[in-house]
């Protein structure tokens, strides 16, 4: 399912790819697709690292758990394979998305701080100066954006301009040849603050159609596999139920006294503001009344990488004591079911032979050992986090990758995939935020709801025409 534009048959008509340059990439790839393409992949996100590997610029999008995180993980590996390494640039929207892939975030890729993109001259300036930020667009051969449903049409064109001015030596073509992979979906957070109601989305940028040779939009989805519920959260994301499916939705809501055993107690809440999410934590870690254990990060660089860091996932201070819930916040052994997400309960501290955890970290150099409730049990290392420029660390953060499990924020739940959840949706605003919501959890059975009024279950107007375009077009 694919709109094309100047995708008109596979990898024909690609105005980008003239130059001498071309035909060794093309080998490159093809070698590098009979490696890369796993048989796991779908049809669709083999087609897409295709396109990457032949170095044509991508738009993935799909509804939540269709993989596109994953995709772009593949993608940006095709990427260092086919450019040079320090030629490829991987950002995000937001610093916490741009932490979760080992990138920077697009704001400072640019050089254009977080200042209004309104006048594209005065932004070029401001980056023609920042010496850094030119010689960033100069290398650029490929450029990854993740979450860019999050980035308005006025910035996404002001990026478009900056890069063609500032490499026209280089190519007059869109993007001055960089080859683009944006991903996100337009259903889920949409732009904060957009300067200009003609060009809220980045869709509507007047560079968007021509940046892109592909737009995909994935169709199957991975993390649920119910097809009622898959089918619910489809409806949900258009903004559109019937009765049948709120009745659904209804028989989520939690009662008073409900479900005596385990729910609500054991599992995560989900919750739009961050001040519910502290005070559900820090009031359940209390009522424990064991002794704290204090896991501080421990962070390398300079800033703006470092505020980057503390703007991610990982906690600045975490404290934990036996009896916690806690959650995964990296991918650690997905195989046996330690991903992001993953919950459970810190049965005890051990000591940490040799220099599992420094004492920046723990002064008591203890590792807390978490039962997960996938069955497994393990004493939970530091993990690191990266702020990268091409290749290089700017900034690192290192942590225990583990968060309070109790309550969780909306924003920081993005990405993550949860068995049992309770939603409080008395406080969502917006569009997309109950889809957001809803599509982390596995199972209708495993969802609780609160605070839930059928009338906060909307889309936007232009996102809806939108993908009507795209479906069009992949017809
Ligand atoms: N081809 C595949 N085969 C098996 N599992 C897959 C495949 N692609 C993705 N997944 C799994 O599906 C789940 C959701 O994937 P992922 O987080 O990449 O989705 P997403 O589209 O980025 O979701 P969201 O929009 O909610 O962030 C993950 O557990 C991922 O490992």
């Given at each position: 399912m694919l709109l094309t534009r100047r995708f008109i048959a596979p990898f024909v008509a690609v105005s980008r790819l003239t130059s001498p340059s071309s035909k060794t990439l093309a080998t490159q790839s093809d070698a590098h697709l009979r490696h890369q393409c796993s048989p796991d992949l779908t049809d669709q996100q083999s087609l897409v690292l295709d396109a990457v590997a032949r170095g044509r610029s991508v738009f993935i999008t799909g509804s939540a758990g269709t993989g596109k995180s994953l995709l772009l993980r593949h993608a940006i590996r095709v990427l260092r394979d086919i450019h040079p390494r320090h030629s490829v640039f991987v950002t995000a929207s937001t610093g916490?998305?741009?932490?979760?892939?080992?990138?920077?975030?697009?704001?400072?890729?640019?050089?254009?701080?977080?200042?209004s993109a309104d006048d594209a001259n005065a932004v070029l300036r401001d980056v023609l100066r920042n010496r850094p930020a030119a010689r960033r667009w100069a290398a650029a051969n490929a450029l990854v954006v993740d979450e860019v449903s999050m980035i308005d049409g006025r910035l996404f064109d002001t990026l478009e301009t900056i890069a063609r001015r500032v490499r026209h030596r280089k190519s007059d073509d869109v993007w001055g040849g960089i080859q683009i992979i944006a991903s996100g979906d337009f259903f889920q957070l949409p732009p904060i603050n957009s300067p200009d109601p003609e060009k809220e989305f980045a869709f509507e940028a007047d560079c968007w159609d021509a940046s892109f040779d592909l737009q995909i939009d994935l169709s199957h989805v991975f993390r649920q596999s119910d097809a009622k519920f898959i089918e619910l959260?489809?409806?949900?994301?258009?903004?559109?139920?019937?009765?049948?499916?709120?009745?659904?939705?209804?028989?989520?809501?939690?009662?008073?006294?409900?479900?005596?055993?385990?729910?609500?107690?054991?599992?995560?809440?989900?919750?739009?503001?961050?001040?519910?999410?502290?005070?559900?934590?820090?009031?359940?870690?209390?009522?424990?009344?064991?002794?704290?254990?204090?896991y501080r990060a421990m962070d390398r660089g300079k800033n703006p990488w470092r505020k980057q860091l503390e703007r991610g996932i990982a906690p600045d201070v975490l404290e934990v004591c036996v009896g916690a819930r806690v959650m995964l916040i990296k991918n650690l052994d997905v195989e046996r079911g330690l991903v992001n997400g993953s919950v459970g309960v810190v049965t005890e501290f051990v000591e940490s032979s040799g220099r599992a955890i420094s004492a920046r970290i723990c002064p008591d150099q203890l590792l807390p050992v978490v039962q997960f409730d996938v069955g497994v049990k393990v004493a939970v290392k530091p993990s690191s986090w990266d702020v990268m420029e091409g290749q290089v660390v700017l900034a690192r953060r290192r942590q225990v990758p583990l968060i309070l499990a109790w309550a969780v924020s909306v924003h920081k739940c993005q990405g993550m995939t949860l068995d049992r959840m309770h939603a409080d949706l008395s406080r969502v605003f917006g569009c997309g935020m109950v889809y957001v919501v809803l599509s982390r959890v596995r199972s209708l059975q495993g969802l609780r709801l609160s605070g839930f009024n059928p009338s906060k279950i909307k889309a936007h107007p232009k996102v809806l025409q939108f993908y009507e375009r795209l479906q069009f077009g992949q017809s």
């Open positions: 916490i998305a741009a932490t979760a892939i080992g990138g920077q975030t697009l704001h400072s890729f640019a050089g254009i701080g977080t200042q959260l489809q409806c949900i994301r258009l903004g559109r139920c019937n009765p049948d499916q709120l009745r659904l939705l209804d028989q989520c809501r939690v009662v008073q006294e409900d479900d005596g055993d385990q729910w609500p107690e054991t599992v995560t809440s989900l919750y739009p503001l961050n001040r519910d999410v502290q005070r559900v934590n820090k009031q359940r870690l209390e009522e424990l009344e064991r002794e704290i254990v204090v």
